[in-house]
């Protein structure tokens, strides 16, 4: 079955303590992205990767980092969370060649909610 | 920069009305534009998309939307609601570009009433 798969589904951690969230999808996509969706927000971008190796900042990047050296992944990274990252994020992925990716519907995870006290 | 507005944070309706969807966008040429659907605990599901020719879009589930470019409007509609359609309903907007980066409605929920 075609899907993104993000793990943890739920995270609680404290301030400072380094945490990664994982995404991996099957559908040999090679454009990948983060969101956080807050309450009265919507969904705001992170990062995203135009391919491997290839990533580039979002609207909202400060306090996270993000990695892309396999196809098939793209982990979420906080080097020092802290409680304003407390969210619920969503890991996509869509076809795309280079500048064709906007054709693509991304395909959503089923979201991770971080809670950092 | 683009923007888009879901001016109804929660709308009610009965199981069996139709529906009206409402979103609205700022983007200064034609742009891709997209309806996804979020039920709870899931990620979101897209439902229709808008990239050129015919304005009337019909999606998945019953669901339709019509582009107009006159009152940077695309609507959302379905006819006769069901209430597994009970969830929260996002519009975006993508701009021309090479990188698939799509902004988000605030969103708005559906609740269906028996």
């Known amino acids: 079955e075609a899907q993104v798969t993000q793990n943890p589904r739920y995270l609680i951690t404290v301030t400072g303590k380094k945490l990664t969230v994982t995404c991996s999808q099957n559908?040999?996509?090679?454009?990948m992205s983060w969101y956080r969706q807050d309450p009265g927000l919507g969904l705001r971008q992170i990062y995203y990767s135009m391919n491997v190796e290839v990533t580039d900042k979002g609207d909202v990047p400060e306090g996270y980092k993000v990695s892309r050296k396999e196809k098939r992944n793209f982990p979420l990274i906080l080097e020092s969370p802290s409680p304003n990252q407390t969210s619920l994020y969503f890991c996509?992925?869509?076809?795309?060649?280079?500048?064709?990716?906007?054709?693509?519907?991304?395909?959503f995870g089923n979201g991770t909610r971080l809670t950092v006290t | 920069a683009q923007s888009v507005t879901q001016p109804d944070i929660h709308i009610t309706v009965s199981e069996g009305a139709s529906l009206e969807l409402r979103c609205n966008y700022s983007y200064g040429a034609t742009p891709y534009l997209f309806w996804y659907v979020q039920s709870p605990g899931q990620g979101l599901q897209l439902l229709l998309k808008?990239?050129?020719?015919?304005?009337l879009v019909q999606g998945i589930k019953g669901f339709e939307a019509e582009f107009k470019r006159s009152q940077s409007s695309f609507n959302l509609r379905k006819p006769s609601v069901h209430w597994s359609d009970a969830a929260e309903y996002f519009c975006?907007?993508?701009?021309?570009?090479?990188?698939?980066?799509?902004?988000f409605g605030t969103g708005t929920r559906l609740t269906v009433i028996p």
């Open positions: 808008y990239f050129s020719g015919d304005t």
């Open positions: 559908m040999n996509h090679e454009y």
């Open positions: 975006a907007v993508g701009a021309r570009t090479g990188a698939n980066n799509l902004f």
């Open positions: 996509a992925s869509s076809e795309g060649q280079g500048r064709s990716s906007y054709n693509s519907p991304l395909h």
